[in-house]
């Protein structure tokens, strides 16, 4: 349990140190998606099997679906396809994919050789206590972010018109 752990951890920073560091902003992307697979890698290794998939769906799902509405956005034209696509060559999905490589071994190790989070002494966390935390003392928190996301799709939306940038 322990080396699932501080491997994920590792495998998280190197991703992390990674995205900051590389100047293409796909090549980024990739990575940061990695990194947070990591993070949800962690928590499935300590026995929160339900803040993990959370982290999957919502940060790993919700950075793709920005980075697709940014790219339909700006709406670059066929140059622009054609960068992207001396970008993306099968070299440059090498690196993601030896760590995506090693994270799905750790999970399918976690998931069918032992008990989640048994070695590091943590208990599972239920989907009720998270949604209990969540619209109870951190009720104003978890509105106030929702209120923030929908501020910036607004801004996001009219920034993004075309009569706006005449």
Avoid at 6 to 16: F, K, N, P, R
Avoid at 87 to 104: D, E, N, V, Y
Wanted: aromatic share 10%; glycine share 8%; hydrophobic share 65%.
């Amino acid at each position: 349990m322990e080396f699932a752990f501080y491997s994920a951890a590792a495998i998280a920073v190197l991703a992390t140190l990674r995205v900051i560091t590389d100047t293409n902003p796909v090549h980024a992307l990739l990575y940061l998606i990695i990194s947070l697979l990591a993070v949800a890698m962690c928590f499935f290794a300590l026995g929160a099997p339900f803040a993990g998939a959370l982290e999957i769906i919502v940060y790993a799902g919700a950075i793709m679906v920005l980075f697709v509405f940014v790219v339909m956005m700006l709406n670059l034209g066929p140059a622009a396809m054609e960068q992207e696509r001396q970008w993306l060559t099968p070299g440059i999905w090498l690196g993601p994919s030896i760590l995506a490589a090693l994270l799905l071994a750790q999970l399918l190790y976690l998931l069918l050789g032992h008990d989640s989070g048994a070695g590091l002494g943590a208990q599972t966390v239920s989907a009720k206590a998270v949604g209990i935390s969540l619209f109870g003392p951190y009720l104003m928190a978890v509105e106030l972010a929702s209120l923030l996301l929908l501020a910036a799709l607004v801004a996001a939306f009219h920034l993004g018109r075309p009569e706006a940038k005449t």
